[in-house]
């Protein structure tokens, strides 16, 4: 499956919900719904602002995790 | 929306809602049926004299005998007639409450929603229940039809013919409670893409 860490680099980047939301251009609903696991997909574009704004790698807000482990 | 369209969905889920509390009253019928089925008088009283003018008369049945009468299995047909309307009832009650649920909801903008969805699958539950109904009435009206010559009008008048419009009517409305749920599902899928 895949896991969101997304609350995870923002923990450590210091960055409230709303603020990343500002920067990214997306609404706090949105960041909420990614940082709970409940989004089914993201954008290319959307991803990539969040990568530009908390300076990291898709493969740091994104992991896969094996089901049967 | 438009506002023709508002006021014309405002007045059905009024008539719907009006027509609920009279379909509730109809839940007294099956007892009527049953007590004149245990007495034994559902052919003369509740067929032949019918008050209620429910029942047409078959032309080669105009004048029903007393050996036709006292032959009637009136236990038989009070039982059909009291599972069916019971049932019919039942059906009809689920069908008006969903289109009222979804009419208020179409009233507050809320199309694809979850609540349209639930309401959509007790009209298809309803559907079932009338197609469980209707062989029961089918039974009961063939019985009065036969044995009496009286076949039967009024709002149980179902039919074998009305068991097989029924399935159809049933596959329609699950193909479009199958249809709603795709959309429902790509709109949710849609509304989850960040």
Known sequence: ?69 | MSKVLDKSLGVISIFLQISLVVVCFSFITPFVYLYYGFTGKMAQNGIVNSSASDFLISPDHIHVTHSQIANFPNIPYSILMAIGITLTVIAIIILFWAIVQIISNIGKKQYFVADNLRRLKNIVIAQIVTVCADPFLAAGNQLSASKLGRINDGLFSATWETLGNDVINLVFFAVIYFLFKLAFNLKEESDLTV
């Open chain 1, 1 to 69: 499956m895949i896991r969101i860490t997304l609350n995870v680099v923002m923990a450590e980047r210091n960055i409230a919900t709303g603020e990343l939301a500002k920067k990214v251009g997306i609404t706090p609903t949105n960041i909420s719904i990614l940082k709970t696991g409940k989004a089914k997909a993201i954008r290319f574009s959307t991803l990539e602002k969040i990568c530009k704004v908390l300076k990291c790698q898709p493969g740091d807000i994104i992991k896969y995790e094996d089901d049967e482990q």
